[in-house]
């Protein structure tokens, strides 16, 4: 059996996936830990405990899944964030697209929270009473994580793979990975996450830049997030 020859080109695609996989597996068996989350209970009672260790996962995978990734593939490969995805530009197109987007997310939320399915699982925090400050804490650690998580997606994935599959292949790939991740949710998420990682991947390519992405999955997640914490009948805000 031969070989299969080396290619410098690989080199990209498999150390963005070899990272992504390292930094995915650890944020996941984290999130999954009891013996963790055991520790905060512990110290901080078992309701504010869990508040606190998801608000803990958060952090790290926006940081394993993401920003370490991101910095080991630019110092490894050469690469500024620009290639990456991470650049302002096509100002114009982006807002259009984020604000497109955004008419369409943000009523379909609207409804989709008020269904029990919905507030069964969200918001994630499960605490009845909610201050201001928990509030707020709670929407940045979203903003954080998805950034981790958009960085990953739709800027390292992608623009890592590209170049030696080509667009379309590279586009199918990563919204079946995509896809993926959300298989431990639910049926209707996982079949969503399809046809919406294909759109952000091709907006993301048409740009030039993963931000739209980024903005548009923050827009999806925090009106899910506002709007289920006012329809939840059992919580409220102090």
Do not use: I, Q, S
């Given at each position: 059996m031969n070989i299969p020859a080396w290619n410098p080109q690989y080199l990209e695609p498999i150390l963005a996936f070899a990272l992504v996989t390292i930094g995915f597996s650890l944020y996941h068996f984290v999130s999954i830990s009891t013996k963790i989350k055991n520790k905060y209970q512990g110290r901080f009672g078992a309701e504010r405990g869990n508040t606190k260790f998801l608000w803990m996962t958060r952090y790290l995978g926006a940081m394993s899944i993401g920003v370490v990734p991101a910095i080991i593939m630019m110092m490894v490969m050469g690469k500024t964030p620009e290639d990456y995805g991470v650049a302002f530009k096509n100002h114009g197109t982006s807002l259009a697209w984020i604000l497109g987007l955004a008419t369409i997310t943000i009523p379909m939320n609207f409804f989709n929270s008020k269904k029990e399915k919905n507030l069964a699982f969200y918001p994630n925090v499960r605490e009845k009473e909610?201050?201001?400050?928990?509030?707020?804490?709670?929407?940045?650690?979203?903003?954080?994580?998805?950034?981790?998580?958009?960085?990953?997606?739709?800027?390292?994935?992608?623009?890592a793979t590209v170049p030696l599959m080509g667009e379309w292949p590279a586009i199918v790939l990563n919204a079946a990975i995509y896809a993926l991740v959300h298989v431990p949710k639910n049926l209707e998420e996982t079949i969503g996450a399809i046809p919406l990682g294909i759109v952000l991947c091709l907006i993301t390519l048409t740009t030039g830049t993963f931000w739209v992405a980024f903005f548009v999955h923050i827009t999806l997640a925090l009106s899910n997030f506002f709007f289920s914490l006012k329809h939840h009948p059992e919580m409220k805000v102090i």
């Open positions: 909610w201050t201001k400050p928990m509030v707020a804490t709670n929407a940045f650690t979203w903003v954080a994580y998805l950034f981790g998580y958009e960085l990953m997606f739709r800027g390292l994935l992608l623009f």
